[in-house]
């Protein structure tokens, strides 16, 4: 079975602080993928990073980076210096071919950055 | 920048009638996808198609139906709205294969009453 965890249903942080939204995974495929989204007050879904199970590098854009650990099956996302901007809800997802290669959605964090 | 397109994006109709939400994408991505979504809560995915003349239910039972004609089209009709229908509808594109990601489109607020 495929599932993905987001634990932190809300978060708030104060504009310039870091926060780290958490992601743990199960599946049985050994080729999967993790994928982050953003989902602004507007609505639309904006595809953030995609990463294969075979590559374990961190990565980093701009303020953002992600931690990815198949030894804890975590995918966490970190934002450094918020900013009001980044208030919005955050859906991780897994990709595998046992589900069909569908996505299954975690229930989302929301952040909120306040000024 | 993706290019997928959903019309119209707010809908109030009353009970009974029947709705189309419309779904385009210019990509011409195989795999298309309908999402039915409560404001910020989690992704349910009702039908998935993975090309011309595929269609698929997904995980959340829904009274809604799809078709795919077209590569490009993938419309979700409701044949009688409830009150229950009442939510935001997602529509997404991917190509085929699990490694790639989806794009997703504005989405359509449907409200029922």
């Known amino acids: 079975a495929q599932k993905v965890t987001q634990a932190q249903t809300e978060i708030s942080v104060v504009e310039k602080e870091d926060v780290t939204l958490d992601c743990v995974y199960e599946?049985?495929?050994?080729?999967?993928?993790l994928f982050w989204y953003k989902q602004p007050p507007s609505g639309e879904l904006v595809f953030l990073i995609r990463?294969?199970?075979?590559?374990?590098q961190n990565e980093i854009s701009g303020r953002y980076s992600w931690n990815f650990q198949k030894s804890t099956s975590s995918f966490n996302f970190t934002i450094t210096a918020s900013q009001v901007v980044d208030s919005a809800v955050y859906f991780c997802?897994?990709?595998?071919?046992?589900?069909?290669?569908?996505?299954?959605f975690g229930p989302g964090t929301r952040l909120s950055v306040l000024p | 920048e993706a290019d997928i397109y959903q019309t119209p994006r707010y809908l109030v109709i009353g009970t009974g009638k029947k709705i189309t939400l419309e779904c385009s994408q210019t990509m011409g991505h195989d795999k298309m996808y309908w999402y039915q979504q409560d404001p910020g809560m989690e992704l349910h995915l009702i039908h998935y198609?993975?090309?011309?003349?595929?269609?698929e239910k997904g995980d959340l039972s829904s009274e809604s139906t799809v078709s795919r004609i077209r590569t490009e089209h993938f419309p979700l009709t409701l044949e009688s709205a409830r009150p229950s229908h009442t939510s935001q509808y997602l529509c997404a594109s991917s190509e085929r294969r699990s490694s790639y990601e989806q794009y997703f489109g504005p989405g359509t607020r449907l409200t029922v009453t």
């Open positions: 198609s993975y090309g011309v003349n595929s269609t």
């Open positions: 990463r294969n199970s075979f590559d374990e």
């Open positions: 997802a897994l990709s595998a071919a046992n589900y069909g290669q569908n996505f299954v």
């Open positions: 599946t049985r495929d050994t080729t999967y993928y």
